[in-house]
């Protein structure tokens, strides 16, 4: 038996959001044939289970690794299994030092994306990932509990990120980690949440050697699942960094049944 961790955009999920034919029949032979398949991604958990649910990616043998890490759910049986939060004070520290340097940035409630105010950034984001946005006053006060993450957003520009994070170095060391889930994204998690914290807890939980875990994914924000598996591969379209961290790259892109061809490489 083995465990499949896939990433979402950019790895099991073409250009245009959607699962490619050949993508879909791989994962049902694979979970026909006793294997587990775990989506992980930096998406908050209801718009992971929207698109669990949407892609048959749901019943048995069917986990979600959410928000980098920082939750992980077991599908079937609608249960979470493990979970962290970010303290409310960093998220807040977080929150006002974007807000000074013109970025966007915003947390996550149960069930929807949290914003102090609206920006294109979030309409974007909103459309991107399924899920509707509150606009309240103050996110930290609004929550009675430590939200998934922060994440920070700048479409125009990367640099803007870039040096946000750099300056924040200091501040975040065993506070907070910071991951690039796409070239306009910034993502500040729990210390400790990574996909590939991920990806030892379920292969504790589920009783599976690492050795016989599979990583797919496109982005830094996969590298830790990619170095943490038995078996670390990047999609032909991944980033460089990603490539260099993993033991085989794909020969098809995610528009071409890349994921497909990892199952049927390694698995089928």
Request: proline share 3%.
């Amino acid at each position: 038996m083995k465990v499949i961790f896939t990433d979402l955009d950019g790895t099991l999920l073409a250009d245009n959001k959607e699962i490619t034919a050949t993508n879909r029949r791989a994962i049902e032979e694979t979970l026909a044939c006793g294997h587990k398949i775990v989506i992980t991604t930096g998406r908050p958990l209801p718009s992971a289970i929207k698109l669990a649910d949407e892609l048959g990616i749901s019943g048995e043998g069917c986990y979600l690794i959410a928000s980098n890490g920082a939750l992980i759910y077991d599908c079937q049986h609608h249960g979470i299994l493990h979970e962290l939060g970010l303290k409310k004070e960093y998220v807040r520290y977080l929150l006002d030092e974007a807000t000074k340097r013109g970025i966007h940035a915003h947390s996550y409630s149960k069930t929807h994306v949290l914003c102090e105010r609206r920006t294109k950034e979030l309409t974007y984001y909103e459309k991107a990932i399924n899920l509707s946005a509150k606009i309240v006053p103050d996110i930290t006060a609004y929550l009675d509990y430590d939200p998934w993450k922060v994440i920070l957003i700048d479409r125009d520009s990367k640099e803007p990120l870039l040096d946000f994070r750099r300056d924040m170095a200091d501040w975040a060391k065993d506070k907070c980690a910071s991951i690039f889930s796409c070239e306009f994204m910034l993502e500040y998690c729990p210390f400790g949440a990574s996909k590939g914290q991920g990806v030892e807890f379920l292969c504790r939980y589920l009783n599976i050697p690492r050795e016989d875990s599979i990583a797919a994914g496109d982005a830094e924000n996969d590298i830790s699942m990619i170095r943490t598996a038995g078996l670390g591969v990047a999609m032909a379209n991944a980033s460089q960094i990603t490539k260099d961290a993993a033991d085989a790259v794909t020969v098809r892109d995610n528009n071409h049944d890349g994921f497909a061809e990892i199952l049927r490489r390694y698995v089928l």
